[in-house]
């Protein structure tokens, strides 16, 4: 089966930078996706990560550790539109497509 | 379409009623997926398919519910006598394929069955 954690809030300020992890237990690993999702509105793709290392785009960066069954969201100079739920998810290797959620955490940007 | 359509948005239903909620993928998209995601909680996967064959159905919580893609474009997901434990945003998202390409999903159907 498959377990994925991570923090259920965060609060952070605007303009600072706010790390958001994820770990996860899975039978196989074949791919880890970071979701944004805003209150009432669908989830929308940030990231993927498939081998070890960091993944940047713009002020969003993505981190896999393999190994350790981690991976974090990494958000720069933050904005008040980044209040939003942010989803890990992973594909286990069995799995030909669809992911398995984790439960969100929740970033509030204070101004 | 340019996006993934849901309908209907909202659908309140008596318990004891069928529902039937469609989705209608972004054009071209192989792969369709239907979630139920309760408030404050990630999605929960349901099912499955690629082009017109339901590659995996192990969500479906119970024999109630059932899903179908009969011409590899839209889908239906039907839930037979409904009940209150139902209750929840259903989502729906489409991609190009396995393996990397991102979800696009759908608005969703919020069911409240009373």
């Known amino acids: 089966g498959q377990n994925i954690d991570q923090p259920t809030e965060m609060t952070a300020t605007e303009g600072a930078i706010v790390q958001i992890n994820c770990t996860y237990q899975?039978?196989?690993?074949?791919?880890l996706f970071w979701y944004q999702q805003h209150a009432g509105e669908a989830p929308t793709f940030l990231s993927y990560?498939?081998?070890?290392g960091l993944e940047e785009k713009g002020r969003f960066s993505s981190f896999l550790s393999r190994s350790k069954g981690y991976s974090y969201l990494l958000l720069k100079e933050l904005q008040m539109k980044d209040s939003a739920s942010y989803l890990c998810?992973?594909?286990?290797?069995?799995?030909?497509?669809?992911?398995?959620f984790g439960k969100g955490t929740k970033l509030s940007v204070k101004p | 379409g340019a996006g993934v359509s849901q309908s209907p948005r909202y659908k309140v239903t008596k318990r004891g009623q069928d529902v039937a909620l469609r989705c209608d993928p972004i054009?071209?998209?192989?792969?369709l997926y239907w979630y139920r995601q309760a408030l404050g909680q990630g999605p929960e996967f349901l099912t499955y398919?690629?082009?017109?064959?339901?590659?995996?159905k192990s969500g479906l919580p119970n024999d109630r519910f059932s899903a179908e893609r009969p011409e590899g474009s839209i889908s239906t997901l039907t839930i037979q006598r409904t009940e209150q434990r139902d209750s929840a945003m259903y989502r729906c998202?489409?991609?190009?394929?396995?393996?990397?390409?991102?979800?696009?999903f759908g608005s969703g159907t919020r069911l409240t069955v009373v």
């Open positions: 998202a489409s991609s190009l394929g396995w393996p990397s390409y991102g979800y696009t």
């Open positions: 998810a992973v594909r286990d290797r069995g799995s030909q497509g669809n992911l398995i």
């Open positions: 990560n498939v081998l070890d």
């Open positions: 398919f690629n082009y017109e064959a339901q590659q995996d």
């Open positions: 899975t039978s196989g690993f074949n791919g």
């Open positions: 054009s071209g998209h192989v792969s």
